[in-house]
């Protein structure tokens, strides 16, 4: 059969003739505004709709692969509220590309704002499928959506995405090494991971607290859709997921917004942030303009990406005290930002209406209890916050050195602070990214060091577990602790997962810990309850007790007591809630969780009517040094 001319000519040739007819078309027919919504890179049945909002550019671009990177080719249309925006037919799903402004006698080349993937090594932004805010070109959400755990159920670990994994490499590790753990951590218990930031940073290795691209997936993590891949993956083992957010500052390094389009007062970041005092945190002069609708839209839309795109459960916003004042702290009325407290108000709002199971938690460690009332009350609307309150006095009390310097006054007060009238509106921990760096280190690594010996510090970290998950509050442990990982948290570090083997007996410690947490046998439903009564304490022998419960009852009551001294207490008398016999749920001192435990026997306890403790009923037991005893009925 005979080619036709036209079909005689090379697809090389085809595509000239196209970017030359495009060309062609945009110096003859005046670019048009783009009607569908949305901003970013939005593909449609008829190309791609570009949007950026560039208030004071003169001009604004659109280059990328789809036309050779020709800077000046494409324009788009200015629209009436700072936005360009046109239709591009020929940009497609897998495009790279970048905006072109002019802004003056300046050319600047940018990365678009709301790109959700950015490769490297040029950071051009690559138009991809997924959830855009008023258009919807991803694939439906499941008919029935995975809802989180109450909160009152959740058990967090807290992890690292670049040092989580396992294998010959080094890190950082990515997506995949985390789904290859998940049935370990399901074992475990876990039903929440909370993720380190996972957004686009500068270079391989980071915290991820300093976000270049706030809406794209790191690449080195294994980009968007393996996060996707995660997500879907930890809900199949009934495991929630919850992303560490970074609203208090954005960058420093590598940041495409920092002047985007040209505009500035004193030298400062432009219209994506404050431009007078208001801009300086501790990490550099990038705190968003909070009072900006269209700063504050950007921030509310990257909110929405991780719930409707990415089926995420939950955010952890970092630093809120920043969010809410300018030097980050109670103590200065006079730096409040009420627009900082109005976007976490707006956000949390949107949140709750969205899904009510949504976990939203803050990290203010000033002990406001604000942040956790409700917003028609004034409050900010998250439902938890990491407790300053409980982890510093706990630490303290683990780590002294001499059992005369744990008070255990201190300890009491721990347990008894609360935000509110939910018990659960804070998170107990004795380790966290925060506390096991920056001048600090991992509880066994502090007790080895401050006692000059090792044989203490898996006994002491036990005993600041016990509290972690019979403490009123939401319990959550970091990555490794459970098999006593040591040293301080480094993102060149990966976990020693050797240690997980040589120290099973502590793993499965955590495992039966977590298991009375979560009443999994009906047998300490209290560890879940929103009632607590510190009945005992001695700080001269340095023994606390107190009474947990839900409903009351067999099944429902739990006794903790906890020894902070390095002697076993025999025949020790203590108050009970109820008659009969109290049974030993969990004795941490059992050599089955480490052979350096002195393996002390601790049998039930009987309770007998005679007021002790401001109790109707008294039983003696007797408890190992540093350990903790879990008791209940039934």
Partial sequence: MALSDKEKISPAWREQLSQTWQTLRYKILPVQPARLPGMGAIPNGDGTVFRVWAPHANAVF?????????????????????????????????????FVLQSGSQQLLRTDPYAKDVRPPFHNGVVRNGKVLGVDTAVPS???????????????????????GEGNGRPPYTFAQVMEKLPYLRVLGINAIELMPVKAFPGDLSWGYNPAHPFAISQVYGGPEKFKQLIQAAHAQGIAVIVDVVYNHFGPQELSLWQFDGWQQHGLGGIYFYNDWRSKTPWADTRPDYGRPEVRRYIRDNVRMWLDEYQIDGLRWDATSYIRNAHG??????????????????????????????????????????????????????????????????????????????????VRDALLFRYGADVFSRVVYTESHDEVANGKARVVHEVAVADGRNALAA????????????????????????????????????????????????????????????????????????????????????????????????????????????????????????????????NSDLKAYHPSFTGHYVPNVTAVPGKYDDLAYSGTLSIGPYSILILSQG
């Fill in 459 to 586: 006994k002491r970290a036990a005993l600041g577990a016990g509290l972690v998950f019979t403490a009123p509050g939401v319990p959550m442990i970091f990555q490794g602790q459970e098999f006593l990982e040591d040293g301080w948290f480094d993102d060149k570090r990966p976990l020693d997962w050797q240690k997980a083997e040589q120290n099973g007996g502590m793993v499965a410690l955590y495992r039966h810990l977590i298991s009375l947490r979560r009443n999994q046998a009906g047998l300490t439903r209290g560890l879940s309850g929103p009632s607590l009564n510190v009945f005992h304490v001695n700080d001269a022998a340095k023994l606390i007790a107190f009474h947990r419960w839900h409903f009351g009852g067999p099944g429902d009551d739990v006794i903790v007591v906890a020894n902070f001294s390095n002697r076993v207490l025999k025949q020790y008398k203590l108050g009970f809630p109820r008659a009969g016999d109290w049974l030993v749920r969990l």
């Fill in 62 to 98: 659109v280059t990328g692969s789809f036309n050779n990177w020709q800077r000046s080719q494409i324009p788009l249309a200015r629209e009436t509220d700072g936005c360009w925006s046109a239709n591009v037919p020929q940009a497609r799903v897998g495009d790279e590309y970048k």
């Fill in 329 to 410: 702290h109670d103590g200065d009325p006079g730096a409040n930002i009420p627009e900082g407290w109005a976007l976490m108000q707006a956000i949390n709002g949107e949140m709750q209406h969205h899904n009510p199971r949504h976990i939203r938690i803050a990290e203010d460690l000033q002990a406001n209890r604000w942040l956790t009332e409700p917003i028609q009350a004034g409050g900010a609307g998250f439902n938890t916050q990491w407790d300053s309150q409980f982890v510093h006095p706990i630490r303290q009390a683990i780590i002294a050195p001499r059992d005369e310097d744990r008070n255990m006054l201190a």
């Fill in 142 to 164: 499941p008919a029935t959506p995975f809802q989180p755990p109450a909160l009152e159920e959740l058990v967090i670990y807290e992890l690292h995405v670049g040092t989580f």
